[in-house]
């Protein structure tokens, strides 16, 4: 029996350059198709936004879920960010999928 997966997840605001038009996050769990997140309003305490997705029909199994950034164009935007997903399908409500994703980087200029 298939379910819907409920991805929830947070994202920080990154630098690009001048030009550049994000076209939003696409989340994928293993084969699947793509979907595109919800991204709500950064939280002004902690600098981060919820981002939530629903993937329909997914069976149970061992998958990769992968957040990415794209353009207007669906190309990528920095890095994906990645996690094993275990999902399970319970006899009643939607089957759900909670992962951390990376939210901030840093660097510096030798």
Known sequence: MSKTVLVVGKAQAQTFPAGTTAGGIKITLGNLPSVM??????????????????????????????????DSSGNPLGSPATAPALVTVP????????FDVPVSISGSIQ
């Not at 950064?42 to 981002?51: C, K, M, N, V």
């Not at 006899?91 to 909670?98: F, I, K, L, Q, Y």
């Open 91 to 98: 006899a009643d409500g939607p089957a759900t999928v909670t």
């Open 37 to 70: 997140a919800s991204v709500s309003a950064a939280d002004p305490t902690t600098g981060l936004a919820e981002i939530s997705a629903e993937i329909l029909d997914v069976e149970a199994g061992e998958y990769t879920l992968t957040a990415q950034l794209v």
